[in-house]
Every structure is written in structure tokens, then in C-alpha cells.
């Protein structure tokens, strides 16, 4: 009976050790001025992923800070605050670099390109690559669906999306509803603090909605004690965010569109934001 017991607590604690070692760690720290530096760490693997890189040395001082080699550089467009650092990071770790097929001859020291349905392996952990056009022409998002983990750069946003600078209002509400399709529970993390002024924008759409609202407060709050506001979920974002609600009658109603298509209110609600 003794023995028995003792067995289950070391079966359990053997279960646990094993969960963590799979489990992937996340630092999220500041780089630039408002880019989001993002170091994915598996401890399983001693993997290492910088999602994007858009400054050379705070992502350094963070990876000597936790001991971690920067193994991955996955890269999700070809800007050049999401490329900086690319040449020199590599140069340093020798680090892959993965990054989008349709824009690979702009991604500084590619190793790899991927597109739409690729997948591949990152220390035991599935990536699925989603493309989603609009900010860019071959912008790519990295979904990890077993730690429910969406990296989705200048794509979405809490509580807004990327300027269209490369592909018309139609394609981008097309891939915002790729994001939209995945698990409630997923963990979204994007490429910019830009949160305040898009919850200050989100309440001109869609004023009475009490989710936002709320939002809204606690993002003020947040961004007045100086903290940030990654990440969010595809559930909170579908609730709250105009840019994946022009389905919404509210909205509809509040911007005269009622007889149009979600493609047109999207349009409107991007058209709007670029000039706020
Ligand atoms: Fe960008």
C-alpha cells in the first residue's frame, strides 16, 4: 500500500518534469521604439527561436540573460524592423532562418522558405504556417497548435490589424479570417504595442460594446503602469476587435453599412483608422 502510494507521487512528479521540459518559454521584451522582440525557447531541445528580429542587442541581452542559443530566426515579413537584425544574429549563433516564400528575395540570409500549409518541426513541436496577405504580399504567421501559440506579427493585433501597404481590403479580411478560424484559447502574440490607440479607435466603431469597453479601461490602466498588453486570444480579439467584426449588425448600423459586404465594412473600418 505504502509502496503504492509512493509509486503514483514519483509517477506524478516524473508527469510534470515531462510537461515542463516540453513546454515552450516565452520573453517578450521591447525593442525599437514599439516592436515587440519575442525569444520561443524549448527546453526539451535547447531550441531557440527569435520570432522576427528587429533589433540586434536587446535580443542578445536577453538570450545571455536566460543562457539560451538563438537557433531559429522564423521571420514573417520583410520589413525592415522585423529584418534587421537578421544578418548580424546569424553571424553570431549561425543561427536557420525561415521566412515567407512569396517575399524570400527580400528577407535578409533565408535559409528556408515556407508558404501556405507548410509545416514543420521545432524541437518536437508542430509550426503551421499561415499566409496572410494584406500588411505585406507574402506575410506569414506561425501557429504552434499544440501549445495553442499564434506569432502574428503585423497581421492582427489586439484590437486592430496592419496597414495595407502591399494588398487590397479584401485579402486581408480573407487572412484575418484564417486567424479568426483558429481555437478561441489561443494565445496571439503580435508585432507592435500599439494597443491603446487601437482601443481608442475600436470605441468610435463600436461604442456600446460592453466587452470593449471594458477592455478599453483595463488597457488604459496597463499602459499608465508602463506594462504591456501581449498577449491576447483569437476569442478576446473576436469579441472586441472592429477588424474582425464587420459582420456585426452593431457596427453595421453605427457605420450606415447594413446592405454591404464584410469585405466593404472592413474596408471602411481600415479606411477610418488610417486617418484617426
Ligand atoms: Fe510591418
Known amino acids: 500500500m505504502d509502496f503504492k502510494a509512493k509509486d503514483v507521487t514519483f509517477r506524478a512528479t516524473k508527469q510534470r518534469r515531462t510537461d515542463l521540459m516540453k513546454a515552450l518559454e516565452l520573453e517578450i521584451f521591447l525593442c525599437r521604439s514599439d516592436n515587440f522582440g519575442v525569444l520561443l525557447h524549448c527546453h526539451e531541445s535547447n531550441l531557440t527561436a527569435s520570432i522576427d528580429a528587429p533589433e540586434y542587442a536587446p535580443i542578445v541581452a536577453m538570450a545571455e540573460r536566460r543562457g539560451w542559443n538563438i537557433t531559429h530566426i522564423l521571420t514573417t515579413h520583410h520589413h525592415g524592423d522585423h529584418v534587421e537584425a537578421n544578418l548580424a544574429l546569424k553571424d553570431r549563433y549561425g543561427c536557420e532562418i525561415i521566412g515567407p516564400r512569396n517575399e524570400a528575395v527580400a528577407i535578409p540570409g533565408i535559409d528556408r522558405a515556407v508558404g501556405d500549409g507548410d509545416t514543420f518541426d521545432f524541437g518536437g513541436h508542430v509550426v503551421q504556417v499561415i499566409e496572410t496577405p494584406g500588411h505585406t504580399a507574402g506575410h506569414v504567421c506561425y501557429h504552434f497548435p499544440d501549445s495553442k501559440l499564434l506569432f502574428a506579427a503585423d497581421t492582427l493585433f489586439a484590437l486592430g490589424c496592419g496597414r495595407l501597404f502591399e494588398r487590397p481590403a479584401t ?46 479601461g483595463e488597457i488604459e490602466r496597463l499602459r499608465a503602469e508602463g506594462k504591456f498588453t501581449i498577449p491576447t486570444t483569437i476569442g478576446l480579439e473576436k469579441e472586441t476587435n472592429p477588424f474582425l467584426r464587420a459582420a456585426d449588425p452593431e457596427i453595421r448600423r453605427n457605420l450606415l453599412m447594413e446592405g454591404r459586404t464584410n469585405e466593404e465594412v472592413f474596408a471602411e473600418i481600415r479606411r477610418r483608422k488610417d486617418h484617426f
Open 171 to 216: 485579402d486581408m479580411w480573407h487572412s484575418l479570417q484564417k486567424l479568426a478560424s483558429l481555437p478561441d484559447e489561443t494565445a496571439v502574440y503580435f508585432g507592435h504595442e500599439y494597443t491603446l490607440a487601437n482601443a481608442r479607435f475600436a470605441l468610435t466603431i463600436d461604442p456600446d460594446n460592453e466587452r470593449l469597453k471594458a477592455r478599453a
